[in-house]
Structure formats: C-alpha cells, structure tokens
C-alpha cells in the first residue's frame, strides 16, 4: 500500500455491532474517510484498520494478506475488544493497538490520530529508502562503468595538500603498473619521474589555477620504468556553490599512435625530400589550391619560393578558356578518380605562358582527399611542334606540286601521243600508241588524286578504279563498242606504288578483254571485284568472253601485255591463279604494304 496525500486518510471500519460502528463512524467521519466493504482492504490505500474481535477472526486472512502487501510500509491494526476477551492471543499477533471499550471519544481520537501519524511516517521512512535505494543502484552502476572503462580514471582531492589521487580505476592500475595502495595519496606527478620539463605540466598548472578543465600530452613512466605516452583530460568538479572541490583526470596511452606521427612525419620529411630534388614539377592540392609544390614546380609556376605558392588556387594559372576543364578535372579527383595526361597551357606569376603537361592521382593527405599531380614542361616541345607542323605542311603543299606537275606532264606526254596518231597509217603502231596512252592516263589519275586531297601517301582503290574505268570506257565509246563493268570494291587504302601497279594490272587486263576476249560486235561484260581480309587484299577481275586456249599462267601467251602484267604481278608480291574456260577470271591475293618514307619500298 502507497500512500497518496492528495486524498483524505482512508480508515476502514468493521464492528459486528451495528450500533457501535456507527457511532464510531460518526466519530471519524469529520476526518477521515470511512471504507467499510470488505474488498476495500486489497484495492484502496488504506491508513489505518478498526475491527472488533469477532470481525477479526472474520477477516483475518484477508487482514494479514492486506499488512503483507503494505511490505515495509507500516498498516496498523486496531481491535477494539471488551474486557473479557484481552487474552485472546490473535489479538496481539496481529494487532498494533487495542481498545478496551467503552472508551471515550477523546482517547479513541487520540488513539486513532497517533496510529495514522506512525503510518505517514512509515510512508515517508518507505519513500526516502526507495529513493536512497534507486541512488545507490545507480552509483553502483556508475562505479562499475567506471571501472570497466579501458581509460584510466583518477579522481584527486584539491582541498587536501599537494591534491593528492583518492580514487582510481582498474585500467589506471594497468596502465601504469602500480597498485591501488600505491596509488591513492600520491600527486599524479610521480608518473613523471625526474622527466619534469615538459610543457604539458604548465598547462596543468595553469588550468589549476584558473579552475578550467585542459587536454595535455605528458611522458609517463610505469612502474617497470618503460615510457609512455599519456593523453590526460582534466576538468574540475564544482560544488553546489561553485568551489572546486575535486579533479578528475582521464588518460589514455598513445605511445603507437605518437609513434605513428613520429613515422609519417619521418617518411613525409623523406618524400619531400626527395621530391625537392625531382627535376619535374611535384603538387599537392585540396580542392584545386595548392598545399605543398617543389622548388621545380615552383619555378614553373613563376614563384620565387614553394611557400609563395601554397595557398593558391590552381584556376588562377589558367586562362578563362580552360577553366571550365579545369574545375572538371577537379571534380573528377574529388570523386576518387585518376585522370589522364594533359597539356596544360599556364600563366604564371609573371605573365610567362608555359606549356605543362600533367597527369593527377586521387590520395590522402594530412587527412584530407587531395590530388597529386605530377607535371614536366613541354613549352619547348609544344613550340618545336608547332614548327614541324609548319614544315610538314609545307612539305605537303610541295609533295602536292610535284604530284601536280607529275599530272601534268604526264597529261602532256599523253596529248603527244595523240597528235601522233593522226599522222600515223598502221594500224598495229596505233594500237600500241593507244595502249601507251592508257597506261600513262591511268599513273596520271593517281598523281591527280593526290594532288586533290589531303592525304599524300594512301589513295582509295574503289575511288580509282572508278575513275580508271571510266576513262576506258570512253575511249572504247568512240569506237562504237558496247561495254559493261560491273564493280564491287571495297573502300581500301593502298599506297602510291600499289595503286599505280593495281591501275596499271587492270588496265592491261580490260584492255587485253576488250582486244581478244569478245567477238566484234559483241556486248563487252566485265566485272571486278575487291576486298580485305587482315591486310590480305583479294582482287578478282571476270570477263564473259570467249576465254583464251587452255593455260594456267598469264605470261604463256609471250605478248608485250603478258610481260606488263607479269611484272606488275611480281611487283605486288601477289598470288594469283588464272582460270580461262567460258572467259577469263584472274583472281590476285597480296598484302596490303604501309607507307615507310620516300622509298620504293613499301613492307
């Protein structure tokens, strides 16, 4: 039972005389409230119990189950009994106060005030020890955090001389290797030992006599005698009115982690050091500004010194143009990403343009994610470029003359040959002309094609043949023969001699067709095709003439013709083969050869 002061004192009432409990009721009712029903003893707070002898025996289990369930808490039990009855042994077992009745009205207020006081009292001893109780739970939890912490924890008295150590935990004791009884009494400064000049015990001193908490770094020695480093962190306690009555301390070994410094520091002083002597440009950014640069990279920037350029931010060593790459090659190393080689173009401090070209890796540095950057400078590169490129060019546009006036004279030479023919009445001298002319407009169209375009070494194949055809073409037109060539070529690159050999091959080849290979008057049908496969270039030239008498190789017939195709054959390093039933169909296989300079030899 609690009880609850906000509500009038609950007495519960049972006579076996009608008549006495309701004149005992009206006695108490001006005070106190009266329960009556027997269930009221377990659900209410009751204060206070009056009975009779026999309501007593009635009760009595119900009684003591209602004093069991008060626990500490003190119920009192009044009987009121008549003479007779005062040796009755249940009355004492249980009752805390008897009265003999009659009684008066004074002494049973009286009787009734006092039992009710004893049980607020109760209540309140109850309460308190509740409290108390739920106090010393929690500092017994606090004491066992405390002890179970893997920092050390010493407490020290500052009102006590020399502010000596009253209380430390099980870690203090494994980290200095002391016991308890060695501890307590002694100021923390016996961890020093006679290593007394350090500036942490300054600070200490000082936040003592500010009464300010402080964090310092201190030497301590064990009991062994061994070195630690020791991380304390001292703050006051304050009394109520404000006096600092106590210190606590708590300290954590980082001898490793001191170490550790020591070794980052050792191996950075190293890699500065080594980098101060590299010959290319070494940087070290955050965020695009600069934390650390060698004297190389220094210098090429325009700085006197490294320490000029820390702090600069490098979007200021570029020009507007290419700060937008700039700040994307930023957000890419933020992003954990390696960026490739570029030529950087920089101003520097004194207006000097340079060209740099850099590459930067994402690291860590000082904890933080910055970016390496690692640069050489390219100025003089970029300018022996830039004059190379002048003279290729020109050197191209000369290559393009001499391509030109090759065309031309060429060109010339073929107008010669036809002046020539007018005057000419044989017609096997003229056919041989006509053949020469073919062969010199054919080289021509390749020199033509170079002079037109920008590549000066590769000509496309499909482009020539395109052009070859249809200058043949028109030439047998004016003869009034019907031709038809079929073509499927695919784009492939040769070089000048190829193309000139391939022409060359193919204009022998339909021009030996258009000759021998069809009957007069007969529609001419020829067809060429040509691919590549790995550089292996497959040209398949078909007529659907009457073919020749039965042969396998092209230079049986013994002709001027045959000797040209056979050359050019040899030439092209080519395989052929040679299939003259129901036409002619030669089919070629060479490789494909790369330009190597100005020599006839291409692979």
Partial sequence: ?????????????????????????????????????????????????????????????????????????????????????????????????????????????????GLIKIRHYSCQVQSKQKKLDQKNRQLKLYYNAIHATTSGLVITDSSRKDNPIIFCNDAFTELTGYSRSEILGWNCRFLQGDDRHQPGRTVIQKAIENETSCEVLLRNYRKDGSLFWNELRMSPIKTKDGFVKYYIGIQNDVTELIKTQYELKSTKDKWEGIVSQSPNLIQISVNGVIKFINKVGATLLGFDHPDEAIGTCVLDLHPVTQQKKIKERIEKLNNGEQTLPEVH??????????????????????????????????????????????????????????????????????????????????????????????????????????????????????????????????????????????LNIESILLNLDQTIACGLLLNELITNSIKHGFDEGETIRIDISATEDSDTLTITYRDYGKGMPETTDID?????????????????????????????????HFKRAEYRGPSRYYS
């Fill in 1 to 113: 039972m609690t009880e609850n002061r906000s509500q009038p004192n609950n007495l519960f009432l049972c006579l076996s005389s009608a008549a006495d409990e309701k004149l005992v009721a009206k006695l108490l009712e001006k005070k106190y409230t009266i329960c009556s029903n027997e269930h009221d003893l377990t659900k209410k707070a009751i204060d206070l119990v009056v009975v009779d002898f026999t309501e007593l025996h009635r009760l009595y289990d119900t009684i003591c189950f209602a004093k069991k369930e008060a626990g500490s808490t003190y119920l009192p039990i009044m009987v009121m009994v008549s003479n007779e009855r005062l040796a009755n042994e249940k009355v004492w077992e249980i009752a805390d106060n008897v009265v003999v009745m009659p009684v008066s009205k004074k002494n049973l207020l009286t009787r009734v005030k």
């Fill in 345 to 486: 173009t920089i101003t520097d401090s004194r207006g000097i343009t340079r060209h740099i070209k850099v590459q930067s890796i994402p690291i860590s540095y000082e904890g933080k994610l910055a970016a390496q950057t690692v640069g050489v400078d390219v100025t003089q590169m970029k300018e022996s470029e830039l004059e190379l490129s002048t003279l290729l060019r020109q050197k191209e546009v000369l290559i393009q003359e001499v391509h030109h006036r090759v065309k031309n004279n060429l060109a010339i030479i073929s107008s010669l040959i036809e002046l020539q023919i007018p005057n000419l009445e044989n017609e096997d001298a003229i056919s041989y002309l006509r053949d020469t002319q073919m062969r010199v407009i054919s080289i021509a169209n390749v020199h033509e094609m170079l002079y037109g375009q920008d590549n000066l070494h590769k000509i496309e194949l499909d482009q020539y043949v395109d052009r070859l055809v249809d200058k043949i073409k028109s030439t047998v037109e004016m003869k009034e023969r019907e031709i038809h060539l079929g």
């Fill in 556 to 588: 049986s017939n013994g002709n001027f013709g045959s000797m040209i195709i056979q050359i050019l054959v040899q030439q092209l390093r080519a395989d052929y083969s040679l299939n003259a039933k129901g036409g002619m169909e030669v089919i070629l």
